[in-house]
């Protein structure tokens, strides 16, 4: 932590010798230094195509629902109040720091200009990313909407639910 950064603007991260230079590309393709070419990023897509099922902030709804359907999740103590829960975090969040947000540069300025050009193939892979958030749509298409609320258990309901395939509460929600 550097205290004298607390004050930066965009433009002077954006010029300084701190800024990331397309750090998810270099991760996922494993060039750590260096000057990439398209070839990191050809490494990275293909990275994030066999390994991750993506998500996208802009699309939260349909995200959740995707994971919810593709790793069965399923409610567990109690189905209503886990919905409300859900749908304020879907709703509002629950890590705001509104407070310290600084104004996005917009095309044509200067810090944009210079983020984008750091990072260059990071945005070649974000494109990429929201093409495949499409694609992996086919890998739910089966499982129905609201998976998380079929054949969900009731541990702390009074009589206790179970889904057909068995489950036993844990203790601890049982007091």
């Known amino acids: 932590y550097s205290p004298e950064l607390k004050d930066w603007t965009i433009e002077q991260y954006a010029e300084s010798d701190r800024i990331e230079n397309n750090w998810m590309t270099r991760q996922l393709s494993g060039q750590l230094s260096g000057d990439l070419d398209d070839n990191a990023v050809n490494v990275a897509m293909d990275v994030i195509r066999s390994k991750f099922l993506v998500g996208l902030m802009t699309e939260m709804d349909r995200t959740m629902e995707r994971f919810e359907k593709f790793f069965?999740?399923?409610?567990?103590?109690?189905?209503?109040?886990?919905?409300?829960?859900?749908?304020?975090?879907?709703?509002?969040?629950?890590?705001?720091?509104?407070?310290?947000?600084?104004?996005?540069?917009?095309?044509?300025?200067?810090?944009?200009?210079?983020?984008?050009?750091?990072?260059?193939?990071?945005?070649q892979?974000?494109?990429?990313?929201?093409?495949?958030?499409e694609e992996q749509e086919a890998?739910?298409?089966?499982?129905?909407?609201?998976?998380?609320?079929?054949?969900?258990?009731?541990?702390?309901?009074?009589?206790?639910?179970?889904?057909?395939?068995?489950?036993?509460?844990p203790k601890a929600i049982q007091n």
């Open 139 to 169: 890998f739910v298409s089966g499982v129905p909407d609201g998976y998380r609320l079929i054949d969900a258990t009731c541990c702390k309901c009074d009589p206790p639910t179970f889904p057909p395939e068995g489950y036993e509460c």
């Open 72 to 123: 069965q999740w399923k409610f567990k103590v109690n189905p209503e109040n886990q919905e409300a829960c859900r749908e304020r975090l879907m709703s509002g969040g629950s890590n705001s720091n509104s407070a310290n947000k600084k104004e996005m540069p917009k095309e044509g300025d200067i810090a944009y200009e210079k983020l984008m050009w750091q990072n260059q193939y990071d945005m």
């Open 125 to 133: 892979l974000y494109d990429f990313i929201v093409e495949l958030f």
